[in-house]
């Protein structure tokens, strides 16, 4: 009988880690005690099988645009390269690293691919253990032809988490079809720097927000059973200089209050089951080697009991880059140390010398246990211990998945109208006034009004691997915005130049702009980023920036268009926010859309027509100068306009939170329980919102607090709760925010969370700058230390008033 065989004989008895009926802590610990110290290590590692990120003749060109400069990791693709497969799992092996997601594959083929590797593993190993099968879903299952969602940032900038985990859900729901069983997705990340390459796969500047919709995307991935990974813990935002892989010269209160917040919320109400670490130093501490951020807090004090998986290649790159390892081999010892438990995407670091250490006596094999017990425990909990598993169960639906169903494109579709972020409509906009007539001629306009692959980040699949397969195009149907201006505006005439490239300084196309500028009776303007890898693009991972213009020649584009006298519409489409001091005053309407998917462009028009009522809100500010405010709104009173102490004024040109609408909305009748509540109380706020407008449309009603007098110094405002809310006109609702002490906590000068006696403002109202309506609460009685088990969200109830005007 071999491995693979795992139905036991009539009569026979199973073996106890085998038992689904059996506790799996019981059968872990059974399968463990049968385990050799070189099988247990071979668990902790994982084999990306066709990896062709190094190969010369399939890595791109940056000449042709092509995405990903790997030369500084040629040296680790060689090392991970050595074995034949047969031989890397001969003991076993703990992750297949992308078999869907490294090259363009269909379901079956992927499918197939995963049933072959998954044979191997279990035919060559002595006891048979499947490995776990792990793949990206930052913006959508990353494989070809996988519906591709709208970026990370316009999930934020819905302010729906229950949109988010429908989304999740289904991209959960795809994976497992196909027999992947861990996504390594969300980001949890806080912007701190918007010129950071990777601002478009966070959800923004704020904690709380980024909690929230981080949560809620790790509740539908794992409804689906799929497992959730938290990315980059922590601090990757904050690197020095927006720099990738740069060091954070952060404090540990810093890092409490402002980055940590979202892994500890989507832990505590997520159920997400896997960590990754961060590839930076904290205060010179590279973060997998790093007990108290990966054992102390995470562990101890936070009760995490899933895994800790390292980035990329982070175990050599200790060896390599931080110089705080001798050798991989040593970096793996150090991590391991620390609290991490699986190596991806190669077994590097976390090779067979740890067993040999352990037979010297020089590494506890407790330590090799504890890794390997977390991944075994989940091993179990998705039936890959189970007596009846094959490899062809795991994926019995991907002969009819169809990974951009029409299910998908509807959900993909209201994510983008959601995410659209009206920042002012000028005299322009809606295009389709009162009398449904839309101008007769319109010039299109800019280097991302004709290419749907600006639409994507840069782990969606056409921008992440389609660039090294030159002729496939997207994998899925993606128009453009000049695609859908055309479909959505039918009677209007509409021409196209394309001005100018998204990132080079070329102003050949300049004259043929403005002139179909000047001859049409309105123009808009398409402008913004390419996603692409390590300086290929103009956004995300490597894609960092210098400051906040435009990239390339775009702004002079916009402006020379706006000097031939006709009204111009600029839409910016982007990963990051851009300065637009230079360009709001000559626009004559305004849009932002953050990387909206392959529905973008549909998106786009429609609000752009007023077919789609606009309602995002920035999960960012948008800068007003490209240099003067690279930081975020969560500021202490020093990091505000400092009243000509410093002749940079760091005010936004629009705050965060802020978006409008074809409608409007007035916000009164301001309510708070309690004038005063213990430091253990809690307090309600509401607040009326109405519909002021002639069209139904959504608003985004935005609780803030202000610590008035504290130990340590606490920012102007801070976003303590939200809700979307729908109204038709004339209609109202209250909002009611259920606000606990626990809201107000903080690190104090000790580095412990305490919940001070005091005063707190609050503010209700549509975005950090935008705030009718306040009051104040005293928090009474002693200082209290508030730990894990404090509150970490504010519940809200939405509750319609009756009647309209």
């Known amino acids: 009988m071999t491995a693979l065989d795992r139905s036991p004989a009539a009569g026979s008895t199973l073996r106890p880690w085998q038992d689904p009926t059996l506790p799996v802590e019981e059968r872990v610990d059974a399968l463990l005690a049968e385990m050799t110290v070189e099988e247990k290590v071979a668990q902790l590692g994982s084999r990306w099988e066709g990896n062709t990120m190094g190969d010369p003749e399939v890595a791109p060109d940056p000449e042709e645009g092509g995405t990903g400069n790997v030369a500084p990791l040629q040296d680790v693709f060689a090392a991970a390269n050595t074995s034949s497969f047969r031989d890397a799992v001969r ?275 407790e330590l090799i246990d504890r890794a390997a017990r977390r991944l075994l425990i989940q091993k179990a909990q998705l039936g890959l211990l189970d007596a009846g598993w094959t490899p062809e169960d795991s994926v019995s639906d991907a002969g009819t998945v169809e990974l951009d169903s029409q299910a998908n494109r509807e959900l993909a579709r209201e994510l983008a109208e959601r995410s659209v972020i009206l920042l002012d409509a000028g005299t322009a906009l809606p295009l389709l006034g009162e009398d449904r007539t839309a101008p007769r001629r319109i010039a299109v306009v800019g280097p991302c009004a004709d290419d749907p692959r600006t639409f994507m980040g840069c ?71 390419l996603a692409g890898m390590f300086g290929q693009g103009t956004s995300g991972e490597g894609c960092d920036a210098d400051d906040l213009r435009l990239p390339g020649v775009q702004e002079d584009l916009v402006l020379e268009l706006a000097g031939t006298g006709t009204p111009v519409v600029v839409v910016v489409v982007s990963g990051r926010p851009y300065s637009l001091g230079e360009v709001h005053p000559r626009a004559a309407g305004l849009v932002q859309a953050f990387m909206p998917g392959q529905e973008g462009g549909a998106a786009i028009a429609g609000v752009l027509s007023g077919r789609v009522q606009p309602g995002g809100k920035l999960p960012v500010q948008i800068p007003r100068t490209p240099g003067g405010q690279p930081h975020t709104y969560l500021q202490p009173p020093l990091g505000a306009d400092s009243d000509g102490i410093s002749n940079v004024d760091p005010t936004p040109l629009f705050p965060f ?127 209290r230390e508030a730990g894990h088990d404090r509150r970490l969200h504010t519940p809200v109830d939405v509750r319609p008033v009756g009647g309209r005007d």
């Open 459 to 529: 782990y969606a699949f056409p921008n992440h691997v389609l660039p090294r397969h030159p002729g496939l195009g997207l994998g899925v149907e993606a128009p453009s915005v000049l695609d859908a201006l055309r479909a959505e505006l039918p009677d209007a005439e509409i021409v196209y130049e394309r001005g100018c490239d998204v990132r080079t300084p070329d102003r050949e196309g300049f004259a043929a702009a403005a002139a179909a500028a000047r001859d049409a009776d309105l123009c808009v303007a398409v402008v913004g980023d």
């Open 657 to 783: 939170g802020y978006g409008t609408s074809y409608t409007s909305f007035e916000l009164g009748e301001f309510r708070i329980s309690d004038t005063e509540v213990p430091t253990d109380g809690e307090f309600t706020v509401s607040v009326r919102v109405r519909n002021t407008g002639s069209r139904a449309g959504d608003e985004v009603v935005q609780l803030y607090l202000h610590d008035v007098l504290a130990q340590v110094t606490r920012p102007v405002r801070q976003l303590t709760g939200f809700a979307r809310v729908r109204l038709e006109p004339g209609e109202a609702a209250d909002v009611v925010f259920h606000v606990h002490a626990d809201r107000t906590a903080f690190t104090g000068r000790d580095l412990k969370r305490i919940v001070e006696p005091g005063d707190i403002e609050v503010f209700a109202g549509t975005s950090a700058r935008d705030l009718p309506c306040s009051g104040t609460v005293r928090l009474t009685g002693p200082l």
């Open 91 to 365: 003991l076993g092996i703990g992750h297949l690293t992308r078999v869907h997601g490294s090259k363009p594959v269909s379901p079956a083929e992927g499918a197939a691919e995963v049933v072959r590797l998954q044979r191997e593993v279990v035919e060559q190993s002595r006891l048979g253990i499947p490995a776990l099968v792990h793949e990206e879903c930052l913006t959508g299952f990353t494989a070809y032809g996988a519906t591709v969602y709208p970026a990370a940032i316009a999930w934020a900038a819905t302010f729906d988490p229950d949109l988010v985990a429908r989304m999740a859900t289904a991209i959960g729901r795809d994976m497992r079809s196909v027999g992947v069983h861990q996504g390594l997705a969300p980001v949890l990340d806080v912007v701190r720097d918007y010129r950071w390459g990777r601002v478009e796969e966070t959800m923004g500047e704020d904690p709380y927000l980024v909690s929230m919709i981080g949560s809620a995307y790790v509740r539908g991935l794992e409804s689906a059973g799929i497992i959730a990974t938290l990315k980059h813990f922590a601090g990757y935002s904050a690197s020095r200089a927006a720099r990738n892989h740069g060091p954070v010269p952060m404090g540990r209160r810093e890092l409490m209050d402002m980055i940590m917040p979202p892994f500890e919320t989507a832990i505590e109400l997520g159920g997400a089951r896997s960590v990754m670490n961060s590839y930076s130093d904290i205060d010179g501490v590279p973060a997998a080697t790093d007990p108290w951020l990966l054992t102390e807090v995470l562990r101890d004090d936070w009760g995490f009991t899933g895994t800790v998986v390292s980035d990329y290649w982070s175990i050599p790159f200790l060896a390599t880059m931080h110089l705080t390892a001798a050798d991989a081999a040593e970096a793996g010892v150090q991590a391991l140390t620390a609290g991490l438990d699986i190596e991806l995407p190669d077994t590097l670091g976390f090779g067979q010398h740890l067993a040999e250490r352990v037979r010297r006596g020089e590494l506890p094999e």
